[in-house]
Nanobody, 123 residues
Framework: VQLQASGGGLVQAGGSLRLSCAASGLTFSRYATGWFRQAPGKEREFVAVFGRSGVATYYADSVKGRFTVSGDNAKNTVYLQMNSLKPEDTAVYYC?????????????????WGQGTQVTVSS
């Protein structure tokens, strides 16, 4: 099983980025795919989740209304569209997969993790 996160970069405040999480080695539709982030000196925190087969989505309060998570079963990929970015969104973003999950928000619920992708928002 492999999860490949990509799409990070440097953007000015107010800008947008779209992260991708490409999965291989698993039946994508049976997994919830979540996004977490970790800022320097802080613990990793939940950002958003795309439930298995898109049954539901859920967002952290800090990103609600600005971030949108979506999935493409044909491409085994989940996306995180990030709009109106703020400097406090700067972090390494990770994607993770939870077998048969609906909208898991805890790290311990996830079975597989990808490597991170750096997002830096300048003020």
């Amino acid at each position: 099983v492999q999860l490949q996160a990509s799409g990070g970069g440097l953007v000015q405040a107010g800008g947008s980025l779209r992260l991708s999480c490409a999965a291989s080695g698993l039946t994508f539709s049976r997994y919830a795919t979540g996004w977490f982030r970790q800022a320097p000196g802080k613990e990793r925190e939940f950002v958003a989740v795309f439930g298995r087969s898109g049954v539901a989505t859920y967002y952290a309060d800090s990103v609600k209304g600005r971030f949108t998570v979506s999935g493409d079963n044909a491409k085994n990929t989940v996306y995180l569209q990030m709009n109106s970015l703020k400097p406090e969104d700067t972090a390494v973003y990770y994607c993770a997969a939870d077998y048969l999950g609906r909208t898991p928000t805890k790290e311990s619920e996830y079975d597989y993790w990808g490597q991170g992708t750096q997002v830096t928002v300048s003020s």
